[in-house]
């Protein structure tokens, strides 16, 4: 099992950053690979990036094509955290965005295929 808890949402202006984080319990979080996802409302939720430790300091990532280029995925695993850099920020971006875990290996984009989920944390950018 692992819970997952998000913080670091708010309102900013467009062309402004957030830094998400998403702190894991559990003894395994290194073994899990950890996705963002989105929704904003009346949208279907939507995958933004996911990564998995390979070891060492060997990470693979994964980026939504709308995100690329301004977001960015991390994760520190002595803090059981991982982190959704957001930069560039525009009003379509806003949503609400929740972190998930799952054991698979490949970088999956299927919301289905994650079996763990945070509650979810607001961010709101204005135009």
């Known amino acids: 099992q692992v819970q997952l808890v998000e913080s670091g949402g708010g309102l900013v202006q467009a062309g402004g950053s957030l830094r998400l984080s998403c702190a894991a319990s559990g003894r395994t979080f290194s073994s899990y690979a950890m996705g963002w996802f989105r929704q904003a409302p009346g949208k279907e939720r939507e995958f933004v990036a996911s990564?998995?430790?390979?070891?060492?300091?060997?990470?693979?990532?994964r980026y939504a094509d709308s995100v690329k280029g301004r977001f960015t995925i991390s994760r520190d695993n002595a803090k059981n955290t991982v982190y959704l850099q957001m930069n560039s920020l525009k009003p379509e971006d806003t949503a609400v965005y929740s972190c998930a875990a799952t054991i698979r290996v490949e970088l999956t984009s299927l919301p289905h295929e994650y079996p763990y989920w945070g509650q979810g944390t607001q961010v709101t950018v204005s135009s």
């Open positions: 990564i998995r430790w390979s070891g060492g300091s060997v990470y693979f990532t």
